[in-house]
T-cell receptor
Framework: GDSVTQMEGPVTLSEEAFLTINCTYTATGYPSLFWYVQYPGEGLQLLLKATKADDKGSNKGFEATYRKETTSFHLEKGSVQVSDSAVYFCALRNNQGGKLIFGQGTELSVKP | SAVISQKPSRDICQRGTSLTIQCQVD?????MFWYRQQPGQSLTLIATANQGSEATYESGFVIDKFPISRPNLTFSTLTVSNMSPEDSSIYLCSVEGGGPAEAFFGQGTRLTVV
């Protein structure tokens, strides 16, 4: 079945460091891909998305490119801030209207 | 977008008791979803709740343990019945809307069973 695998956390970075959180997926067909963020004590919020191959999703300085050839959707940010500390979830939905499938989440901690 | 309010935000319950979690949406939606997030793990879909029909449960989840109500297009409840410590999790309500396949989530209910 469909699945999402993320790099394990926690990831600890200093402010202004470069961030990469790896995400790979297994799916039939051409899923839509998402990154969700969960700030402490809050629910999940959509960070960015891509619905077809080679699309790049971006928001708040974060980017991720839908790479069909490597079945990946890695999250990147050039310069992280303390306020980016959160848990990040990669997810997919099969375009046949199936349910959202989440990765296990990666906790990011940014130190000043 | 949709604004989703869940309550309670957290609770500590005795084993063998039941807790009902409420989810209120600020707009009418066809489907509402309930997820479980166990400690240190990802989100798992429990069930999909449509207004006017019985909820559809995912493999591993049953109505007797997680009864769901969906009385109208803006409200749903999830009950965690006969709780055990293994039920300690965050429970999240979700709806879909906006762009293709996007989902919106409530802030979650952090449940601890002692």
């Amino acid at each position: 079945g469909d699945s999402v695998t993320q790099m394990e956390g926690p990831v600890t970075l200093s402010e202004e460091a470069f961030l990469t959180i790896n995400c790979t997926y297994t799916a039939t067909g051409y899923p839509s891909l998402f990154w969700y963020v969960q700030y402490p004590g809050e629910g999940l919020q959509l960070l960015l998305k891509a619905t077809k191959a080679d699309d790049k999703g971006s928001n708040k300085g974060f980017e991720a490119t839908y790479r069909k050839e490597t079945t990946s959707f890695h999250l990147e940010k050039g310069s992280v801030q303390v306020s980016d500390s959160a848990v990040y979830f990669c997810a997919l939905r099969n375009n046949q209207g199936g349910k959202l499938i989440f990765g296990q989440g990666t906790e990011l901690s940014v130190k000043p | 977008s949709a604004v989703i309010s869940q309550k309670p935000s957290r609770d500590i319950c005795q084993r063998g008791t039941s807790l009902t979690i409420q989810c209120q949406v600020d707009s009418q939606v066809t489907m509402m979803f309930w997820y479980r997030q166990q400690p240190g793990q990802s989100l798992t879909l429990i069930a999909t709740a449509n207004q006017g029909s019985e909820a559809t449960y995912e493999s591993g989840f049953v109505i007797d343990k997680f009864p769901i109500s969906r009385p109208n297009l803006t409200f749903s409840t999830l009950t965690v019945s006969n709780m055990s410590p293994e039920d300690s999790s965050i429970y999240l309500c979700s709806v879909e809307g906006g762009g293709p396949a996007e989902a919106f989530f409530g802030q979650g209910t952090r449940l601890t069973v002692v």
